[in-house]
């Protein structure tokens, strides 16, 4: 096997990203649009998207990062706006825009058609949250977004998977295809909750921070390999798990969250670098399998997809939003109201993906009487176009339509003002735990390196830390050492206060993280003192 092309795909997506970055077109866009070039360009290698190596290798760490980084809190707070799009919507678009390919393509028979819906209606996880933080979208459509794009793949793959049957002549009925589909979901997210306490036990147990992180590179392949061997979901198996785990992130050694920050960071980056370019590498194998003098046509049906794909999205958005507020008073009451804006902003935020792609490609070549599969090239002609119109032109339109609306994005003066009240009171809880070690006796220091260790929360009140230098032993323990043992009880104090601050809602994950990294950051710079010296 040659590795060679496989490396220049990932150095040259790197650095297409990277050069991105300084330009102010989103880097995915970027990315598809040089994808597409190079995919016609002589002797550019192909890369063919395989759905036996996209799903298992590249969609498990892929969701696995996008949950960790969400908010377990604030996706059960807009459950039921999440589940009607990651659940109601995508079965909807599967049947809707199925129905409407059929009508408009004369050669689509209905089952294929809705095989061309079941791959194209999941907006994509990756696109979804690469977009969110580029236009910076207010926090509530951010995190329905991303909620809506974790698990909607589970409902899309399996919705898939039962027209898939219908399609190739498994003779499948209604009663087996729900039946297949309450498997998967049901079987997914048991997979994970009979996973994700053990792999927490064993993060926080293990020592060795490289084999914390090792571990964690393995979770999401674990839990997705897991959840499919009994034929139910791996992508609820992994969201399940990352969400665990990234709500109770603050209770791994601060080592291994610090690496594992940095290692899934530069996962993340190569691994969507990767993916969007292989989108637009895709148009070679495309366009082989269009018969010659059809271009107009298929052009013309392509649109028409397209267009379906955008008007069904509104057509299940709008009444989404606004019946169950108007139906339920415990809706009302739960949930904050919305304007016109916002549903508006979900509904154009629809851009699809590598899973489409992957799942089209997988569509067998013959049924089981040894038929060509109907329309089989058409299909994934109108996939690859769907996913390229979604992406360029809804991915460029909606920072200018985020604009025009003036969205309310994140106030950064009440932030700060909020961030502060909770340092605040986390520096009052470490204060009050330094006070009660130094009333015990084998905790005595000099009062000069106790006066420190108080005018440390000062500092850090201020967004200013600075370390200790050696002093002298005290007690049958170095005073370095014991002035590092209280200043991580300190730490410890500030952190649990962090959390409860968070599960009170009076600070959100995003801001949590940022206040833990301050204190990883000073135990991390203690603890290589320790080891290494100054």
């Known amino acids: ?46 890369y063919h998207l395989d759905a036996h190596v996209v799903l298992p290798l590249l969609l498990p760490p892929l969701l696995h990062t996008a949950a960790l980084d969400s908010s377990y809190l604030d996706l059960r707070a807009n459950i039921r706006p999440v589940a009607l799009l990651s659940v109601g919507y995508t079965l909807f678009a599967t049947v809707a ?49 991303q909620g809506e794009s974790l698990v909607n793949d589970a409902t899309a793959i399996t919705a898939f998977r039962v027209a898939l049957a219908a399609a190739v002549g498994e003779g499948m009925t209604w009663a087996a ?36 992180n090792t571990l964690s ?49 530069m996962a993340a980056f190569i691994l969507e670098s990767t993916v969007f370019a292989l989108i637009g590498l895709q148009l070679p194998f495309v366009l082989k399998g269009l018969e010659a003098g059809g271009w107009a046509a298929a052009l013309g049906y392509a649109a028409i997809v397209f267009a379906a794909v955008v008007v069904v999205r509104f057509v299940w958005v709008y009444p989404a939003t606004y019946l169950p507020r108007r139906l339920s008073r415990r809706v009302r009451e739960r949930e904050p109201g919305t304007d016109w804006t916002a549903p508006l902003i979900v509904g154009w935020a629809g851009m699809r993906g590598v899973v489409s792609l992957a799942v089209a490609f997988s569509i067998p070549l013959v049924t089981h009487d040894g038929e060509p599969f109907p329309a089989r090239n058409l299909v994934l002609f109108l996939t690859f176009t769907t996913v390229i119109a979604t992406l360029v032109i809804q991915g460029l339109t909606l920072p200018v339509l985020v604009r025009v609306l003036k969205l309310p994005g994140r106030d950064p003066q009440t932030e700060t003002l909020v961030e502060a009240q909770a340092q605040s009171e986390a520096s009052a809880a470490a204060e009050a735990r330094l006070e009660e070690l130094l009333a015990a006796p084998h905790n005595r220091l000099p009062p000069p390196l ?51 601050l968070r599960d009170e809602r009076r600070i959100d994950d995003e801001m949590m993280r940022t206040l833990l990294r301050r204190l990883d950051l000073e135990e991390a710079a203690a603890a290589y003192r320790e080891t290494d010296g100054p």
């Not at 106790?450 to 230098?469: F, H």
């Not at 370095?480 to 959390?499: G, N």
């Open 1 to 46: 096997m040659d590795a060679l092309p496989l490396v220049a795909l990932v150095a040259a997506s790197a650095a297409v990203a990277g050069a991105a970055r300084r330009t102010p077109a989103p880097a995915p866009l970027v990315l598809v649009a040089v994808g597409l070039v190079a995919g016609l360009v002589p002797g550019v290698p192909t």
């Open 97 to 145: 825009v199925g129905w409407l390919a059929h009508l408009a393509i004369p050669e689509l028979p209905l089952t294929a058609a809705l095989v061309l819906g079941a791959v194209v209606a999941p907006p994509d996880a990756v696109t979804a949250a690469a977009i969110a933080r580029r236009v910076g979208l207010p926090a509530r459509v951010t995190t329905i977004l």
């Open 177 to 212: 295809g729900i039946a297949e589909f309450l498997l998967a979901a049901v079987g997914g997210v048991g997979v994970g909750l009979l996973l994700m306490v053990p792999l927490h036990w064993l993060r926080t147990h293990l020592k060795e921070a490289l084999l914390q």
């Open 217 to 265: 590179l393995l979770i999401p392949f674990v839990a997705y390999a897991a959840a499919e061997r009994v034929h139910a979901s791996g992508v609820l198996a992994v969201v399940v798990v990352a969400l665990y785990l990234g709500h109770r992130s603050w209770q791994v050694d601060f080592a291994t969250r610090l690496q594992e920050a940095a290692v899934w960071k």
């Open 450 to 500: 106790a006066d420190r260790l108080r005018s440390v929360l000062d500092r850090r009140r201020n967004a200013v830390w600075e370390r200790l230098g050696a002093a002298d032993p005290v007690t049958g323990e170095s005073a370095d050492d014991t002035y590092r043992r209280l200043a991580r009880e300190m730490i410890e104090a500030e952190r649990k206060v962090f959390v409860r």
